[in-house]
């Protein structure tokens, strides 16, 4: 009996590794979503995408599947799944193409390619999110080859699910058999944690123009670092056809080193640095690109097309694990007179062989988007997918948050799981009685807010998730949320910014003297808002009703350095500001934007300089502009102040194209109206939600085409729709909070889900289920049947399924127990002194309204001669 029990306790464990085996990416891998993804006997290499070789160590082989271009100048891309799901290392690539069919090839990393083809025309895109350059090979290039010791960090938490691989066929002709091409790379992965984590920095000019007929054109970069020191160890060089020389250097106290200097009319790969260079704290690293536009009757502008130019300087470094930070972008040139110093070999172009040049180009003139053109020309496709809709939002009338018993709100934020976060003042107000001419608190007597102030809702139902805050502030303002979680407020009444834990207590870090206004570099005066920069951890602080500057801060609190002064009379100049009040960031252009209030405008600078870029400023605004709100796809929101009297503006919300500065919708609320909108926030699903101080009451708005959506059930969730345009989603999880994520994942997977899922992947499950059970039931009936022998002949059998088994669970375990994902880490890129501070009139509060006053003005603190009285915040 014994010996029976045994016997079918392997049996399954020996079934089980079997399914396992089939369902596992590493044992049965699929390469392709279907078998016409099959190589074709034409294609050399291996037939085994995953190949295990070391308990650590594993390569995956990413291959072009089985393709013939029909023309030149075509650019194909494929997708490959991730194998696995824990975090790797990849260590080294080996490419597998001939220049006599391949131009150059790219692998990007990503969550969502831009298709579910077996391979399509990259004019479609790489991925749906950003697309991140992670190798490049190109026509007699040599491989890329990464130091002892350093890998690119992938998989994890944050890593991709996707590798996208891009190739262009230059010159077809080698095509003329009709042969089938299977160009790719290989990639070297391992699970053993490397000491040193490698990364990309991107120096690319974005605003040089070549005038026809001008024989030297320089288009210089340069940017200060402010991270842990990193080393430098390959670099690559990227223009179109008027490119003639491409350097970059580290300034470092006036001395000039050079990185690396090449032609990009040969091969564009990237190449060693010949002597080691390492980047310290408030290096400056700089590049020049020269151009001739010789030949040229028109003006040549950065682009992605063959007529246009792109200047890029590429660099591949290492950093200590815990101080890594896998990309990052320079777009600016911080310090144009340095260049007056820039050595001399950088001016001098390169010599290229002319039939080197005619293998390069031989059919350019057609080049489609390629590379680093992909970070500039992705944003802007996501973005005209978003602005080429018949855009609109409407308030969600059913949503009820609106109905909540809330103190002025005066901030609102998105947590990492897209959750909104309230920032209100509870039972506390702010009127003409909080402040004296000094701006110094007067209600101290009241105490801290003894109501939570920070409350946690759930977008879909507004359903309190938690809340915190209590007897920390007197009269909030301001509120961000970084990118772990962290809250991050301000306090007009302590003149204070804070940091807070999600579950802390207590403040982890202090900004400001507590009830003392200032205008030194540890003092504010009613700081207004708080951003922090996701990539660095940079401070900024709108400081504010009565100071007019921006500050920034280090990641620990460090004062760096400040902008801005107060608006003189007349027209105000970029940099002037009439309570700066609300931040929005901008990463991928590094520029930070600012409500300027008083002035009805919105301001937006280099957040590494401060250095003023553009103005948006619109009639409709009025003479206030409250909060602004930046989603990524080229979307920004804001909100306006009440009129003054006499004037025909509405309070409403404005949604604009931030390329342009267009308006290309305005938004009311179909229920109450606003009051004074204090703040904004959008997520990247075009969800808003405006919170008024004086209304005490948060909207939210959403899509017209989300509002409309249709009726879902999937995995455990229930979409329910009404036949009225107001209607939202509501998801309904099974022993699980409610998910806006989920809903948002689920619709865009929609589409390929329902194609994916019928008949394939049914038959296949089927089976997977039924063969063991079938096989197991034959096997128990055979057992007693023949009892006798089956120790005897099934014990070599059982031995046999064990080796079979435990190959299966050597090669999980040498693959490692989850998944790689490669991280979206490759893309897809004047000082102020005041001695003392003057007051402002009323623009500096957010006073209750005189309930006996029929205006829509806040009463003011102190009557000012000069502008008329602005309405509160």
Request: with cysteine.
């Amino acid at each position: 009996m014994a010996g029976f029990i045994n016997n079918l306790i392997i049996l399954f464990l020996l079934f089980q590794n079997i399914c396992l085996g089939f369902r596992s990416p590493l044992s049965v891998f699929k390469r392709y979503k279907d078998t016409s993804r099959s190589l074709s006997n034409e294609c050399l290499g291996s037939d085994q995408p995953v190949i295990s070789f070391g308990v650590s160590d594993f390569a995956l082989d990413i291959r072009m599947p089985a393709v013939t271009p029909k023309q030149s100048d075509t650019y194909l891309c494929m997708s490959v799944p991730l194998p696995v799901d824990d975090e790797a290392y990849v260590v080294d690539f080996k490419p597998h193409a001939s220049m006599d069919t391949v131009h150059h090839m790219l692998l990007f990393g990503c969550n969502e390619p831009s298709s579910t083809e077996n391979y399509w025309d990259c004019d479609e895109g790489t991925c749906k999110d950003k697309s991140n350059i992670l190798y490049a090979w190109a026509r007699n290039a040599p491989p890329t080859r990464l130091p002892k010791g350093v890998g690119f960090r992938v998989g994890g938490e944050t890593g991709s699910r996707y590798f996208v691989l891009q190739v262009h066929y230059g010159d077809i002709s080698a095509f003329r058999d009709k042969h089938k091409d299977c160009s790719g790379v290989t990639l070297h992965l391992t699970h053993q944690k490397q000491p040193l984590i490698a990364g990309m920095y991107l120096m690319m000019s974005v605003n040089t123009v070549i005038p026809p007929g001008k024989k030297v054109v320089d288009a210089d970069i340069a940017c200060h670092y402010k991270r842990s020191p990193m080393h430098l160890f390959a670099y690559r060089v990227h223009t179109h056809r008027l490119g003639k020389v491409v350097s970059g250097y580290r300034v470092r106290n006036g001395q000039w080193t050079l990185i690396g200097r090449q032609s990009p009319q040969l091969p564009q790969a990237f190449y060693p640095v010949k002597y080691p260079v390492d980047i310290g704290y408030d290096d400056i690293l700089a590049a020049r690109c020269v151009f001739s536009g010789e030949g040229r009757t028109t003006e040549t502008h950065i682009g992605g097309t063959a007529n246009d130019e792109m200047c890029n300087f590429y660099i591949m470094y290492y950093m200590e694990a815990k101080h890594a930070v896998s990309y990052m972008t320079c777009t600016q040139n911080a310090n144009p007179e340095m260049f007056r110093n820039i050595p001399q070999e950088a001016n001098i172009p390169i010599p290229v062989k002319s039939d080197v040049l005619k293998m390069m180009h031989g059919h350019h003139e057609e080049n489609k988007d390629n590379d680093a053109s992909y970070l500039l020309q992705q944003a802007k496709k996501e973005e005209a997918e978003i602005l080429d809709q018949d855009f609109h939002i409407e308030e969600a009338v059913d949503w009820p948050g609106l109905d909540l018993k809330l103190g002025q709100v005066s901030g609102l934020a998105l947590d990492p799981e897209n959750n909104l976060v309230v920032f209100h003042r509870g039972d506390h107000v702010w009127d003409e009685n909080s402040f004296d001419s000094k701006f110094v608190y007067q209600q101290r007597g009241l105490g801290p807010i003894e109501q939570n102030t920070i409350l946690v809702l759930n977008p879909s139902n507004a359903k309190l998730l938690r809340s915190t805050g209590k007897r920390l502030f007197y009269l909030p303002h301001g509120l961000s949320v970084d990118k772990n979680g962290n809250y991050w407020v301000t306090d007009v009444a302590l003149h204070q910014v804070f940091k807070l834990g999600p579950d802390d207590e207590e403040p982890l870090l202090t900004l400001g003297v507590a009830l003392q206004p200032g205008s030194d570099k540890n003092h504010f005066c009613q700081p207004t808002d708080v951003a922090v920069d996701p990539v660095t951890g940079s401070i900024y602080v709108s400081d504010g009703y009565c100071n007019s500057r921006i500050i920034q801060f280090s990641p620990n609190g460090l004062y760096v350095m400040q902008w801005g002064e107060e608006t003189s009379l007349g027209k105000p100049e970029p940099g002037q500001f009439r309570i700066p009040h609300s931040l929005a960031l901008i990463p991928d252009l590094s520029q930070l934007c600012v409500a300027d209030r008083e002035n009805g405008r919105i301001q937006c600078f280099r957040f590494e300089t401060g250095e003023f870029t553009r103005e948006i400023k619109h009639k409709a605004f009025g003479r206030e502009l409250f909060a602004i709100s930046y989603v990524p796809g080229g979307l920004l929101f804001a909100v306006n102040g009440m009129p003054y009297p006499g004037e025909a503006v509405s309070v409403q919300g404005f949604v604009m194209n931030f390329s342009t500065g267009e308006i290309i919708d305005t938004f009311i609320p179909l229920r109450k109206s606003f009051e004074m909108p204090h703040d904004i926030v959008a997520s990247e699903d075009r969800t808003v939600f405006v919170g008024d101080v004086h209304a005490k009451a948060v909207w939210k708005f959403a899509s017209a085409e989300k509002m409309e959506h249709r009726s879902v059930k999937k995995a455990g969730i229930e979409v329910q729709e009404t036949k009225e345009s107001e209607a939202i989603v509501e998801a309904k999880l099974k022993n699980k909070p409610e998910s806006t994520d989920l809903l948002k994942n689920m619709d865009k997977q929609h589409f390929v889900q329902q194609a994916s899922s019928s008949g394939v992947s049914f038959v296949l499950i089927t089976t997977l289920f039924i063969i063991p059970v079938v096989v197991l039931l034959a096997i128990l009936v055979f057992i007693p049947w023949r009892k006798t022998s089956v120790y005897g002949d099934n014990s070599d059998g059982e031995h046999k399924h064990d080796s079979s088994s435990g190959r299966i669970l050597g090669r999980l375990r040498g693959k490692g127990s989850g998944g790689i994902n490669l991280g979206n880490f490759f893309a897809s890129h004047k000082g102020y002194s005041r001695k003392g501070f003057d007051r402002l009139s009323t623009e500096g509060s957010d006073q209750e309204k005189d309930e006996d006053d029929g205006s829509d003005s806040e009463e003011e603190c102190s009557a000012s001669p000069l502008p008329p009285a602005p309405s509160s915040s």
